[in-house]
């Protein structure tokens, strides 16, 4: 099998071809490829040599050009699996250069070029599995290990806990259950996080954050500090607040998949 370079793009709206800039590293096989936003990634792999790769490599479409960033967090490998949830990428399985099948599982940011290392896959070690993301939800089966394999796995990525301020500018939140109106909720964008770019239509509030999802929303400086918030407001009767109950929690996804999390204290009044 002879090693290549060249990559090309396809527009399925005119069925054609074009030749765009070459592969940025050297010229491979079984490498693992995957997008994040409006740029691809490309890497590890193996070449005629022998030499197992575990460099990674970024397409911008717009530019026509390739730029490295940090290499591959685990081993070098061959025929991993890949796929991408929101802003991040994910890349696990494959086998090393003893042609030992791999289970271990890693996560990319982009933003800052890192790689960390995530729960090791489900499944036992393997290559050439299939993997891809569906939502918020990562999903790798089949592949070669011992043996040839059908089974299929689904990866949930860790919660990005965010800020938010039940009944923003007072303390203690105090909440009647028997009460019928509403209970706003600010979402706060922070230096970490923008909470504009929550998909509200997926988000619930309440005792367990699956409960209630929002009857209004805006988009203001809740807190005045300079920055767009998000603020929901969710009917009492739905959350599923109860008298005793000591804190409430939002749960949902942005617009690029990744979810989130965050809760605020309550003190619920009314009860006797």
Not at 121 to 130: E, H, K, S
Not at 161 to 182: E, H, L, M, Q, Y
Not at 191 to 210: K, L
């Amino acid at each position: 099998m002879i090693d290549k370079k060249d990559f090309w793009e396809f527009d399925p709206i005119q069925n054609i071809w074009t030749q765009k800039a070459d592969f940025g590293g050297t010229k491979r096989k079984w490498a693992t490829g995957l997008t994040i936003g409006a740029k691809g990634y490309v890497g590890t792999g193996l070449d005629n040599n022998g030499v197992i790769y575990r460099d990674f490599w970024e397409f911008d479409p717009g530019a026509n050009t390739w730029s490295q960033k940090a290499d591959f967090g685990g081993i070098a490998r061959l025929v991993p699996a890949s796929f991408s949830i929101g802003n991040k990428g994910y890349i696990g399985t494959g086998e090393n250069e003893n042609t030992t099948t791999l289970k271990d599982f890693w996560e990319f940011d982009p933003t800052t070029s890192t790689w960390s290392q995530k729960a090791d896959f489900g499944g036992t070690g393997r290559n050439q599995a299939a993997g891809f993301s569906i939502g918020s939800k990562g999903y790798i089966g089949t592949g070669v290990g011992s043996s040839y394999k059908k089974d299929f796995w689904e990866y949930t990525p860790e919660e990005t806990s965010i800020a938010i301020d039940i009944k923003p500018g007072t303390f203690p939140n105090n909440i009647n259950p028997r009460a019928k109106g509403v209970i706003p909720v600010a979402i706060l964008t922070t230096d970490t996080f923008d909470a504009t770019t929550i998909d509200q239509t997926t988000v619930r509030f309440g005792p367990n954050g699956t409960e209630a999802a929002p009857v209004q929303s805006a988009l203001e400086d809740v807190d005045g500090d300079g920055d767009t918030d998000m603020i929901l407001h969710f009917k009492t009767q739905d959350t599923g607040i109860v008298c005793g109950d000591t804190s409430a929690s939002l749960t949902g996804e942005t617009f690029g998949g990744q979810a989130i999390e965050g809760s605020d204290s309550v003190k619920t009044v009314g009860c006797k």
